[in-house]
Nanobody
Framework: HVQLVESGGGSVQPGGSLTLSCAAS????????MGWFRQTPGTRRQALAVIDRAGGAADYAASVKGRFTIYQDNAKNTLFLRMSRLKPDDTAMYYC??????????????????WGQGTQVTVS
């Protein structure tokens, strides 16, 4: 079992920036897809950005492409989400997640099965 712990959330003014971190308690064996999601009360969780831990291009939701950047430090088992030009609509609970993908592509549509507890981001 792996634990994911997010940090870096907080309050920021519109147009500002934040960087979220997600520390994994251990390395998942095999090919792994890592991602960031967000959710507001009463809505479905939205996949924002995913990246294959082995490297390669990231996949972004249209709503954050060009403003958010997902990246990782594999030596530290840590995933990041750099968020810039934040808008009030970006206010949500942000979660990181992971899933073994074996021979498949890392995709926002994957059924992620390891989740962190979330970190709140408020833009106002």
């Amino acid at each position: 079992h792996v634990q994911l712990v997010e940090s870096g959330g907080g309050s920021v003014q519109p147009g500002g920036s934040l960087t979220l971190s997600c520390a994994a308690s251990r390395i998942l064996n095999g090919r792994v897809c890592m991602g960031w999601f967000r959710q507001t009360p009463g809505t479905r969780r939205q996949a924002l950005a995913v990246i294959d831990r082995a490297g390669g291009a990231a996949d972004y939701a249209a709503s954050v492409k060009g403003r958010f950047t997902i990246y990782q430090d594999n030596a530290k088992n840590t995933l990041f989400l750099r968020m810039s030009r934040l808008k009030p609509d970006d206010t949500a609970m942000y979660y990181c997640a992971a899933v073994r993908i074996y021979g498949n592509l890392c995709s926002r549509n994957y059924d992620f099965n390891y989740w962190g507890q979330g970190t709140q981001v408020t833009v106002s």
